[in-house]
């Protein structure tokens, strides 16, 4: 549980929490996403309170991968693309993402690349190992380019190679 907790992020930093299970890391993370409010005292961005912003505008400004991320039945570009529904799907953005999130070895490795199927729904549909999806969900986080990126666990199911990667 959080208590008497301070803390400032300057735009542009890496930060990291740790801490044992049930310090209130994921807890801060749904704070941040205003999931729900803080019982007392407040959070603030930029020196304003989150209540004082919509939702909607709140989370346009935040990207969060969770531990364990959705697993969209559909192309990997698709999988990707759904980062940011605002704008067209655009293939160079879409393989940029992927580089970025370390999943292009992944795509690599699909019988049809970025147009190959996933998910055991489809009849030639390719599952992957949740070490693959979490790379392919942080290629998603990457692909939206929001200002906040929050990654909470985000290679729990990859070896120990691909997590110091």
């Known amino acids: 549980m959080l208590r008497d907790s301070s803390v400032t992020i ?25 999931f729900f409010d803080p019982q007392q005292g407040s959070i603030g961005l930029d020196g304003t ?3 004082q912003f919509s939702l909607d505008e709140l989370r346009s400004r935040i990207t969060v ?4 991320p959705v697993r969209y039945n559909a192309p990997v570009s698709e999988n990707i693309a759904l980062g940011d529904l605002s704008r067209p799907a655009r293939p160079t953005e879409v393989q940029r993402a992927a580089e970025a999130a370390g999943a292009e070895s992944v795509v690599a490795g699909l019988p049809a ?22 790379r392919i969900a942080l290629a998603r986080a990457v692909y939206r380019r929001a200002p906040i990126l929050i990654l909470d ?12 990667d």
């Open 10 to 34: 300057p735009a542009g930093r890496l930060v990291a929490f740790a801490g044992p299970n049930g310090a209130g890391k994921s807890t801060f993370i749904k704070l941040l996403c205003r």
């Open 49 to 51: 309170d989150l209540r």
């Open 65 to 68: 991968l969770f531990q364990e």
């Open 113 to 134: 690349g970025y147009d190959s199927l996933l998910g055991r729904h489809f009849l030639d549909g390719v599952e992957l190992s949740a070490g693959e999806w979490q």
């Open 153 to 164: 666990e985000p290679t729990s199911a990859m070896d120990a190679w691909a997590e110091a």
